[in-house]
T-cell receptor, first 109, second 115 residues
Framework: KQEVTQIPAALSVPEGENLVLNCSFTDSAIYNLQWFRQDPGKGLTSLLLIQSSQREQTSGRLNASLDKSSGRSTLYIAASQPGDSATYLCAANTDKLIFGTGTRLQVFP | GAVVSQHPSWVICKSGTSVKIECRSLDFQATTMFWYRQFPKQSLMLMATSNEGSKATYEQGVEKDKFLINHASLTLSTLTVTSAHPEDSSFYIC???????????FGPGTRLTVL
């Protein structure tokens, strides 16, 4: 059974810092892995999707990497801004999407 | 493209009533739709998977008689919470997937509050 965990559970940093959010999954037989952002009381915003054959994807200040063999993915956020404050969820796709526990990020000015 | 809508965005109902939530794929045909539930400060938990024209597959622990799912067309799935109770209060999110593409597109969610 696929289990997805995220570390840290919460993170509070000053504006401008570079951040690394971690995601680990137990079953490496995934089609892809996806990172989402969720603002309080809102739905999901898809940030990056990495196919199982890829090692990383980039979008603006975001970079996500995938190491299937070790069951890990990281989301790197460069030059963090207060507007990045949200909960970040990763999800491993093995025909079903199994979501991680989330990292609650707060970036203060 | 790949827009999914949900209606209503929020609903408040009395205990014992039934509530229907709609999930629509607006610009594509969704052969498979998924329903998730999210309790406060928790992650999303998959409730069920529905394929157009067939019965939904429920995850372990989800009561199929309480959470009725209908996927009658390629653009619409409905979730009916029957005889709702306060413990059913949650954020319900649907997603849709196109045949042959391993990516789900998510709706904005429906917040259900049962008094």
């Amino acid at each position: 059974k696929q289990e997805v965990t995220q570390i840290p559970a919460a993170l509070s940093v000053p504006e401008g810092e570079n951040l690394v959010l971690n995601c680990s999954f137990t079953d490496s037989a995934i089609y892809n892995l996806q990172w989402f952002r969720q603002d309080p009381g809102k739905g999901l915003t898809s940030l990056l999707l990495i196919q199982s054959s890829q090692r990383e994807q980039t979008s603006g200040r975001l970079n996500a990497s995938l190491d299937k063999s070790s069951g890990r993915s990281t989301l790197y956020i460069a030059a963090s801004q207060p507007g990045d404050s949200a909960t970040y969820l990763c999800a491993a796709n093995t025909d079903k999407l199994i979501f991680g526990t989330g990292t609650r990020l707060q970036v203060f000015p | 493209g790949a827009v999914v809508s949900q209606h209503p965005s929020w609903v408040i109902c009395k205990s014992g009533t039934s509530v229907k939530i709609e999930c629509r794929s607006l610009d594509f045909q969704a052969t498979t739709m998924f329903w998730y539930r999210q309790f406060p400060k928790q992650s999303l938990m998959l409730m069920a998977t529905s394929n157009e024209g067939s019965k939904a597959t429920y995850e372990q622990g989800v009561e199929k008689d309480k959470f009725l799912i209908n996927h009658a067309s390629l653009t619409l799935s409905t979730l009916t919470v029957t005889s709702a109770h306060p413990e059913d209060s949650s954020f319900y999110i649907c997603s849709a997937r196109i045949l042959g593409i391993n990516e789900q597109f998510f709706g904005p969610g429906t917040r259900l509050t049962v008094l």
